[in-house]
């Protein structure tokens, strides 16, 4: 008898479009993971797939908690009792480029491969994007690949590389700086290795994060009091997205020496651009350079999703401010170029 070996995946499922249906108050997760493999049909077959249904939500209600839980389910994974090759975890798309960041720091050197998929469209919806999406995140998740990523649209990419840039289209995550780690084409899953960390050390779940960290985003104008306020509801991290190549207004409106007193207070600033695309360098201009003059952080390429998570990471572990601008000043899964 020829028995071929399946691959042993581990779905885990956490509500999203993907596994929603209507309610009296609008779209609501109703489906769980059994329910979504029987709509998948014939394509799950070629895998062993075990369903853990472990939240039922909208992604806007994931948090820092819910976090926490989807990667300790992820972990539970990847002992070797339990044999399984990757994780599927389905999300809504809305959250899901925050998840996959916060993950891929949450679990340190994955062993298998951790894919994270969703839906613009219930899975039941005849014309939904669902079952590709499925299929694409089961392939990667196969593949033996070590680290998290997302899975959209026939494209994989890094889990801290993704971001959502549309509302309603398929196409719905991009690669931000930084090449689509995978893709499906006529050939099947064609990997590109070189954009895709190498991981060698062992596990460690890393789950300890401090969800204390604020995104502002600059506008023209804005008055400096709002860091008196941030310093008062004890934010211990916060992220700017500043203007293009990286400036922050001083005349007028002192921005810069509200930054002094923040990392006085023992606040930690991160700095990044508005702009989606490329890097941000503050060393350029006087308006970038008297922020760095103040101890701030660069964000440089890194996604704003990637910067505020990796904050709360390194928050997270240590108290020391000083291990916080080590840890923040590497890449720990692609997410920067420094
Ligand atoms: N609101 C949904 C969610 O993020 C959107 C989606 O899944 O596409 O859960």
Not at 221 to 245: C, H, Q, S, T, W
Not at 283 to 296: R, T
Request: charged residues 20%; hydrophobic residues 40%; glycine residues 10%.
């Amino acid at each position: 008898m020829n028995q071929t070996y399946k691959k042993k995946i581990l779905l885990l499922t956490t509500g999203g479009t993907i596994a929603s249906g209507p309610t009296n108050e609008g779209l609501a997760p109703v489906l769980n993971g059994d329910k979504l493999l029987s709509l998948l049909g014939p394509a799950s077959n070629g895998y062993s797939i075990t369903v853990r249904d472990i939240l039922s939500l909208d992604s806007s209600n994931i948090q820092p908690e819910e976090w926490k839980l989807i990667a300790r389910s992820t972990a539970s994974a990847f002992s070797s009792q339990e044999g399984y090759d990757g994780v599927v975890i389905t999300h809504g798309t809305d959250t899901m480029a925050y998840t996959a960041s916060i993950l891929s720091f949450m679990l340190r050197n994955p062993p298998i491969p951790v894919v994270i998929t969703g839906s613009q469209l219930p899975i039941f919806h005849p014309l939904t994007d669902a079952l590709e999406n499925l299929r694409t995140a089961f392939a990667m998740a196969a593949s033996g690949i070590r680290g998290v990523f997302v899975a959209f649209n026939r494209k994989i990419i890094l889990g801290t590389r993704a971001v959502k840039v549309r509302t309603t289209g398929f196409d719905a995550f991009e690669s931000v700086n930084s090449p689509c780690a995978a893709w499906i084409d006529g050939t099947g899953l064609r990997v590109n290795h070189d954009a895709i960390p190498l991981v060698f050390d062992p596990f460690s779940l890393e789950d300890h994060i401090c969800g204390s960290v604020f995104l502002l985003k600059l506008t023209p104008g804005l008055d400096p009091g709002i860091f008196d306020m941030l310093g008062k509801m004890n934010y211990r991290g916060i992220v700017i997205e500043a203007f293009g190549l990286g400036g922050l207004h001083f005349i007028r409106r002192d921005l810069i020496s509200k930054l002094q007193m923040t990392s006085e207070l023992g606040i930690t600033v991160v700095v990044c651009s508005q702009c989606l695309y490329e890097r941000s360098d503050f060393s350029i201009y006087q308006a970038g350079q008297k922020a760095l003059e103040q101890g701030v952080l660069q964000g440089f390429d890194m996604t704003t999703e990637a910067a505020v998570t990796k904050l709360m990471w390194a928050l997270g572990k240590t108290e020391d401010l000083q291990e916080v601008r080590r840890l923040f000043s590497q890449s720990l899964f692609g997410e920067v170029v420094i």
